[in-house]
């Protein structure tokens, strides 16, 4: 079953389009990597599926129902979104962080029901944050904020989770191993959307990927369809070469 259905939308910011007649399908169970040069809309197109920024035209559906009718704790029960570089602004627990992430499954007042204690433990323990729960998330590296981040956005088992660059400033055992906890979502049917710039993650990890350049998704389908030579340099204006290895592919630049 398609869990997002982006159907002919088009964002205007100020006079310019950014994001030009897109239309792509999510699936359940399937891991989507959105790639594509600094500006190309990558970002909009993820508000778009989070159901965060309005389409100006055409529509969004989350399993056939358009996202502006359900209403916002509907959405946030069903999806969690991870922005680009999210801040915490007050001095908060990192348990207390992770736990923000249940807000819309939790009754509105009482205390917290133990079986919600037990998540967010595993979550904790999923993201290597067991040392740091009573530290104050604003005390916290990027790195290890950003791991945090993604313990909130998965602690309340989403069925759509949209991330923006979850690597970005994480050491390359925590981005390979969130990259892993990101197949493994997928791998239990949800659905996974996220904008990477890190191409060789990128070929790890994706089922499917989506290309844009200038607001316009290029290419989409299964990743080595993608991410291939005469894709990815007309994608980067830059020569590009793929080479397939036993996990993936290494993508390599040349000037
Ligand atoms: N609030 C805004 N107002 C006006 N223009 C914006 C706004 N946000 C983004 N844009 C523009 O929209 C275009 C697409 O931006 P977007 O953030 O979606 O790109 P991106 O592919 O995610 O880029 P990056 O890889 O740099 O994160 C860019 O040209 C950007 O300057």
Redesign the pocket.
């Known amino acids: 079953m398609t869990m997002v259905s982006v159907e002919d939308v088009t964002v205007r910011?100020?006079r310019?389009t950014?994001?030009d007649a897109a239309s792509v399908q999510f699936g359940a169970g399937r891991l989507a990597v959105?790639i594509?040069?600094?500006?190309?809309?990558?970002?909009?197109?993820?508000?778009v599926a989070a159901g965060l920024l309005p389409p100006g035209t055409g529509r969004v559906l989350l399993d056939g129902q358009s996202l502006s009718s359900l209403s916002r704790r509907e959405l946030a029960k069903r999806r969690a979104y991870l922005p680009?570089s999210p801040q915490v602004d007050w001095a908060i627990s990192v348990e207390r962080v992770v736990a923000l992430g249940l807000t819309a499954h939790l009754p509105a007042f009482g205390g917290l029901p133990a079986t919600w204690r037990e998540r967010i433990d595993l979550a904790l323990d999923r993201f290597d944050l067991v040392d740091l729960r009573d530290r104050p998330a604003t005390q916290l590296s990027g790195g290890e904020l950003a791991r945090v981040m993604l313990a909130r956005a998965t602690v309340g088992d989403p069925a759509l989770l949209i991330v923006?660059?979850p690597t970005a400033g994480l050491d390359p055992r925590h981005a390979l191993d969130a990259a892993r906890r990101l197949r493994t979502l997928a791998d239990g049917g949800c659905a996974v959307i996220v904008?990477l710039?890190d191409l060789d993650l990128a070929a790890r990890i994706a089922d499917d990927v989506v290309a844009?350049k200038n607001?316009r998704i290029e290419a989409h389908g299964l990743a080595e369809t993608v991410l291939t030579d005469p894709i990815l340099s007309d994608l980067y204006d830059i020569e590009a070469r793929v080479s397939r290895t036993a996990d993936g592919a290494t993508i390599r630049f040349h000037a």
Do not use: F, I, W
């Open positions: 910011r100020g310019r950014v994001l959105v594509g040069p600094n500006g190309a809309g990558k970002s909009t197109l993820l508000d680009q923006d660059e904008a710039h844009m607001g």
